[in-house]
């Protein structure tokens, strides 16, 4: 089944960054007059048949209720809660969180009503957050925004008689509704100059003692090795495959006598593939930005459509239906190949074998671009792109200056099918770190690290079986005997299923620490060598430190960070490693991705522009910009108790002995 035009659209809506789908719910705000100066915002939800919307009443350790949240508001003021009105509420026991829970179907309506206090001047910013749910799943909260100025009011309205009142008394509903704070952040946070001092920038004075672990070169080359690998995984792919012939052939068309002249096009072919690869690094950043690309990463709608991505990859891996570009398009393409002569045919021909084997390449493609963003490094998706196609060109410029090496390779046939099937499998198994990163920064809790590891067990004892032909797929043609290949991979494949069954009684396993959720997450936990930091709130540990008179280490994570998953299993777990942190230091961690709503919106000045601060994740964040200069995460920085260095900074080295010495520093310093 030709399904390429979909996954094109799947991949360009990915790459655009148009990442709003149609959910289970659709919004319609408008603004309606209630005369003597009150408004209200009316907020319409339809639902679709078999789902439900809950209500703006939840217990505590329930479902997160419909809620509204206001960023800015001008010439208005907000009277009394955001409730439900003519809408049907139903109420019943909920048996998993063992309470009673009122929620809507089909259609619902909220409101929010308000004084009029200048009609000229009126402004109101803000979102709606609500949580769909049916049998089988929920949607994460995401905010539908809404914004209306002075033009959008009705024309019969009129400023309140009474406004004056009504501003002072509109404290009653900060349960319900957040309005932004124009402030500086530590204006917001804190009233008094110590707890004020805690942000003031301390750049130059970490710079002084500069930096004992290095995250840019090491990511740059840890994002080049995993483009390189990409690279090699998609020539084994049955997309690229078919791509051999066809180069051989247009080269023998070209260079049937002259040796000299087929090393130069083959040089220019390869080239040609990189340049390719790489300006699609380069417009990715260009578009977004690794910044940007990095906030999406976290983002758990972005997670959750390329989960379901690579889930619909991995289902026509397995055989399900087949994923072909329209042979339209790959048919112009290399009768352009064919047309034209000198080094613009070359570029047509590795334009060609970008296209053919877009669909099996898309997948590892977008893979690597998230994690290249996630670095936060501008040139890491660049990076990854090159390596990804220098790894894909080394072979097809070596087919172009020696054709008869293709008599050597091995021909199509099943054994590609057999490829695809083991891709799938991969497939399926990295599409749940997606997930998990979506999981964690919005605290669900679907996916904690026992769920995690089953599941993982079983895609990977699954795929053992199917090495040593105990399954079998709709193109998998007879497995005879099982190879020397086949059975090693099968070994492999099996011996890592079982290496991850310790994983569900807490054994740290620190090869897939990077991959799974953290050991936090798991419920039933015999492991007792993992460090947990005492504070995740920066003012609370900075005052416990105090209290204390102990040296603070401040630890910049994040749910989604790799490199900090595997600090935390090959380092923290270190028993002097572990002392350390436990003993001499109040440790408090602080995860810039962290999806929870602030008590209110934050306005910040930074770099000219105001930010707006909604996330404790972006609290944190702008905490690390400004105060310390930095944005990559894993960060460690030493600090006194008012909030100054005593000693470098740490980023990602897994040295346990440099460690050591960075956290002696830092106690050393701060008895002096």
């Keep these: ?184 952040i530590s204006q917001a946070q ?76 083959a040089i220019i072919y390869g080239l040609s593939i990189i340049v390719i690869y790489v300006l699609l690094g380069l417009l990715v950043t260009a578009i977004f930005g690794a910044s940007a690309l990095n906030d999406l990463s976290t983002s758990a709608l972005f997670n959750l459509i390329f989960f379901g991505l690579l889930v619909f990859f991995a289902i026509s891996f397995l055989g399900a239906f087949e994923l072909v570009l329209p042979a339209s398009w790959t048919n112009k393409i290399d009768s352009k190949a064919d047309s034209t002569t000198g080094i613009i045919s070359i570029f047509f021909m590795a334009f060609t074998l970008a296209l053919v084997s877009f669909s099996c390449t898309g997948p590892i493609i977008g893979t690597l671009l998230v994690d290249a963003a996630s670095s936060g490094d501008v040139i890491a998706p660049a990076v990854g792109m090159f390596a990804f196609a220098f790894a894909l060109s080394i072979p097809f410029a070596l087919f172009a200056i020696f054709p008869s090496l293709l008599e050597s390779m091995p021909k199509s046939g099943g054994w590609l099918n057999s490829v695809k099937v083991v891709l799938g499998f ?67 494949s099996l011996s890592f299923a079982l290496y991850l069954v310790p994983g569900l009684w807490g054994a740290p396993l620190k090869s897939v620490s990077a991959f799974a959720p953290p050991l936090f997450t798991q419920d039933f936990n015999l492991y007792d060598g993992a460090v947990h930091a005492k504070f995740d709130d920066y003012e609370a540990g900075m005052e416990y430190a105090k209290k204390n008179n102990k040296p603070v280490m401040i630890d910049f994570s994040g749910f989604g960070c790799v490199n900090c998953r595997k600090m935390e299993a090959s380092v923290w777990t270190d028993p002097r490693v572990k002392h350390s942190l436990e003993n001499d230091y109040v440790l408090i961690t602080l995860m810039v991705d962290d999806k929870e709503k602030l008590p209110e919106v934050i306005e910040v000045q930074e770099n000219g522009k105001t930010t707006k601060l909604k996330t404790i994740g972006d609290k944190w964040s702008y905490l690390q910009r400004h105060k310390f200069g930095t944005n990559s995460q894993p960060y460690y920085v030493l600090l006194d108790n008012a909030g100054t260095p005593i000693g470098p900074s740490y980023a990602y080295d897994e040295d346990v002995d440099k460690y050591l010495n960075f956290l002696k520093i830092g106690v050393d310093n701060y008895k002096k």
């Excluded at 350790?61 to 955001?82: H, Q, W």
């Excluded at 020539?235 to 495959?241: F, G, S």
């Excluded at 996916?447 to 399954?471: P, S, T």
Aim: hydrophobic fraction near 45%; aromatic fraction near 10%.
């Design 190 to 265: 804190t009233t008094d100059s110590q707890n004020s001092d805690l942000w003031t920038p301390v750049i130059e004075e970490v710079k002084a003692f500069g930096a004992a672990g290095d995250t840019s070169n090491r990511s740059l080359l840890y994002i080049f090795g995993a483009g390189f690998i990409g690279g090699l995984i998609a020539l084994m792919t049955p997309c690229v495959w078919p791509m051999i012939p066809m180069t051989v052939s247009f080269f023998l068309k070209r260079n049937k006598k002259n040796r000299g002249k087929a090393i130069k096009d």
């Design 426 to 492: 991969l497939e399926l198994a990295l599409a749940l770190k997606f997930l998990s990163v979506a999981d964690l920064a919005y605290k669900w809790g679907i996916l904690d690290r026992e769920v995690f590891l089953v599941l993982w067990i079983i895609i990977f004892a699954l795929l053992g079986l199917y090495l040593l032909g105990k399954l079998k797929f709709a193109h998998d043609s007879d497995l005879k005997y099982v190879s020397v290949p086949r059975l090693f991979m099968a070994i492999i």
């Design 1 to 184: 089944m030709k399904k390429g035009i979909l996954v094109l659209v799947f991949i360009l809506s990915f790459f655009s960054g148009k990442l709003l789908a149609d959910g289970p719910v659709s919004w319609k705000m408008s603004i309606a007059d209630k005369g003597n100066g009150e408004i209200e915002l009316v907020a319409n939800a339809t639902v679709a048949p078999g789902w439900h919307l809950y209500d703006t009443q939840i217990p505590d350790g329930g479902p997160f209720p419909t809620s509204i949240s206001i960023d800015e508001i001008k010439g208005a003021v907000a009277v009394g809660t955001f409730h439900a009105v003519n809408s049907r509420l139903h109420k019943d026991f909920d048996k998993v969180f063992e309470m009673e829970i009122g929620y809507y179907e089909k259609t619902a309506t909220f409101v929010q009503k308000f004084k009029i206090t200048d009609k000229s001047k009126f402004v109101l910013k803000g979102d709606i957050r609500a949580q769909a749910c049916n049998d089988r799943e929920c949607t994460p909260p995401i905010p539908i925004d809404f914004s209306f100025t002075s033009g959008n009011l009705p024309a019969s309205v009129i400023v309140s008689t009474d406004a004056k009142d009504v501003q002072a008394t509109t404290s009653e509903s900060t349960d319900t509704i957040t309005t932004a704070n124009t402030d500086s």
